[in-house]
């Protein structure tokens, strides 16, 4: 009898409404090991603060005592010497990554909408097409990619760093599945009282599909944010490069601890640790939006990845 | 009466007529003409460029298979380092990182909201580190001088007479950069397989307990992975999409050579960069990418395959 209540116990313990001892168990290594993943992360944070004699220390602490801003001081500094400011880059980061991310949900929900909701020939074959192309690894195919780019006039232009992130064969993928969610009749109740299929898409179909969408949303803002193709292949004018690569371009042999030192005066070595100190100010700069955006938006992700499955 | 009529009038010869009659083209006509200029496209290039001798300024000129019969025979960082080194990466990253991605996310399902809203983000977030970022964060662990954490701690401990040189060694890189992949390998892929094991329906576990399934195994191989095979099938294919996609991880960890020192940490992916956009032999380049492709997809048919055992047999 008592092994059936244990029993039963246990199998309603797949997700809990409360907390009970039972769970103390999983905690017990998700804990300890969500902490160990953070590691690198807190030692960027940490890194980010630390004042140069700190960064010096040995052996090295990773509590910053005497937190300063001395590094995002260097990282605009540091900059200023190649005539382009970091906020440049950060400024080009933010506009082409505003742009892929709106331009990205209209392309992608529309597209989406028409391939859940119509009937046309083609429509399973061009949604097949989509699926495969999941796997299709940009890096796998980043020459020929080169040569389109090129083809179409776009090398050295701002806009190779926004239209070929636009089509995001996952993000349509997911919308897609969502939209098949929201039933039939209230697309033809729509179209019954006259509403076109435009209509139907910014009345009907966007507000029903937010968890989709801010979905999307923090996709194809990792995408943008975090790209530094456009920038390394398909640009050579410095002021249309992203805050990306420019963290590359920092951490990334010695760049930053050569002009770190020529700028403090001090040794290559000295150099290299305000280098390593500048690359973490960058490094949290880039990453704390992408945090942000996926905190605010978790439970929407988490609601449409419900719908992600996949039939094989 | 006189509005309708207006109405029809007006929808049959303004413009706003010829769009709404063809919307399903309009509508679908930005997505579909840009998935087709930059990820559909670029794979057919490719296949046709790997016929070629293509140095990116002259015309590129047929030479059948010889690209193939090269890469196959006298290639020998290909064969002895860029793909051995691929498939065990691949091997121990994808698989791993599957298999630990799947049971941190069973884990998470059996704790209340909060923590595992709060643990998930934490488990999640390496994944938002692009390659940008990897290197600025793991070179503070595994920096060569006594002062990268990695190195101190072991000194420390007694455990290492001098610094190891984690990132230059051809005999740590690629632990280093297994381990880094996995570090950052909870992705969407993660949060499918999340969502998915949250939404089995609890009757079929409390169906199962009377059909009699005693352990936690049982519960998982019976009931948990049947029901969430689809998420967990979109989370194969995330992983072994990200395993590939991570492959240029050497590169950014040694500081931006390529090739990676003792060509430890060669992969497919940088063996065309280097070949691409470093000796401008594209293709050459373009092989290595169908051979790449083709590998891609097949793991992808592998896995596929295996579900759709999984499903016939539940």
Not at chain 2, 43 to 61: C, H, K, Y
Not at chain 2, 83 to 91: E, K
């Amino acid at each position: 009898m008592s092994k059936r209540n244990k029993n039963k116990i246990r199998i309603i313990g797949m997700n809990p409404q409360r907390f009970d001892k039972g769970q103390l168990k999983f905690l017990g290594y998700l804990i300890p090991l969500a902490l160990v993943m953070m590691l690198p992360i807190v030692f960027i944070f940490f890194n980010a603060f630390k004042p140069t004699e700190e960064l010096f220390l040995y052996p090295p602490r990773f509590i910053t005592l005497r937190p300063t801003l001395q590094n995002f001081r260097n990282l605009v500094a540091t900059s200023a010497n190649k005539a382009i400011p970091a906020s440049r880059y950060l400024f080009n980061s933010l506009l082409s990554t505003l742009l892929v991310m709106a331009l990205t949900l209209l392309i992608t929900s529309s597209a989406a909408y028409v391939m859940s909701k119509k009937r046309y020939r083609l429509k399973n074959m061009l949604f097949e097409l989509n699926k495969i192309s999941l796997m299709f690894v940009p890096v796998a195919v980043a020459i020929p990619r080169y040569f389109i780019i090129t083809r179409l006039g776009l090398i050295d232009s701002f806009l190779s760093s926004v239209i070929p992130l636009l089509a995001m064969p996952v993000g349509l993928y997911l919308v897609k599945q969502f939209i098949d969610q929201i039933p039939e009749s209230m697309v033809e109740a729509a179209r019954i009282d006259g509403a076109g299929d435009y209509a139907i898409l910014r009345r009907i179909i966007m507000p029903n599909i937010t968890p989709a969408l801010a979905t999307v949303a923090v996709l194809s803002f990792q995408s943008a944010w975090n790209s530094t193709e456009a920038s390394v292949y398909y640009m050579h004018n410095e002021a249309i490069k992203n805050f990306a690569y420019y963290l590359t371009s920092l951490s990334a042999g010695g760049n930053a601890s050569d002009v770190t030192s020529a700028l403090t005066g001090g040794s290559a070595a000295s150099g290299a640790l305000a280098g390593m100190g500048i690359s973490a100010a960058g490094t949290l700069i880039m990453f704390v939006p992408n945090l942000v955006m996926f905190i605010f938006l978790q439970s929407k992700v988490m609601n449409t990845m419900a719908h992600s499955g996949m039939k094989s | 009466m006189k509005t309708a009529k207006r109405i029809i009038k007006g929808n049959k010869f303004s413009g706003r007529s010829f769009l709404e009659r063809h919307s399903v083209f309009f509508l679908q006509l930005p997505f579909l003409a840009l998935f087709f200029t930059f990820i559909l496209l670029p794979v057919v290039v490719a296949f046709f460029l790997s016929f070629t001798d293509f140095n990116s300024i002259q015309t590129p000129r047929f030479i059948g298979l010889d690209n193939y019969v090269n890469l196959f025979t006298k290639d020998t960082v290909f064969m002895r380092y860029a793909l051995p080194n691929t498939l065990s990466f691949a091997l121990v990253v994808g698989v791993m990182g599957y298999i630990l991605s799947f049971l941190m996310a069973w884990s998470l399902a059996q704790v209340t909201k909060g923590w595992r809203t709060v643990l998930a983000v934490i488990l999640y977030s390496p994944s938002l580190t692009g390659s940008a970022m990897m290197g600025a964060v793991w070179r503070v662990v595994f920096s060569e001088d006594k002062v990268g954490y990695l190195n101190a701690f072991l000194l420390k401990q007694g455990l290492i007479q001098s610094p190891v040189n984690w990132l230059t060694n051809p005999q740590t890189l690629m632990m280093v950069m297994v381990l880094v992949s996995l570090w950052s390998s909870m992705g969407i892929g993660f949060l499918a397989m999340l969502a998915g094991i949250l939404n089995v329906n609890r009757e079929l576990y409390e169906a199962a307990y009377i059909d009699g399934v005693i352990n936690r195994w049982q519960e998982i191989l019976y009931i948990t992975v049947p029901a969430a095979a689809p998420q967990m099938l979109f989370g194969a294919v995330m992983a072994v999409v990200g395993t590939f996609q991570s492959g240029s991880i050497g590169v950014v960890l040694s500081g931006g050579q390529n090739p990676t020192p003792g060509y430890a940490g060669q992969l497919l992916v940088t063996h065309i960069e280097d070949y691409g956009f470093l000796r401008y032999e594209m293709g050459y380049a373009a092989a290595v990418s169908v051979v790449l492709l083709l590998m891609i997809y097949g793991i992808s048919r592998l896995t596929n395959r295996l579900f759709a055992g999984e499903d016939t047999a539940s």
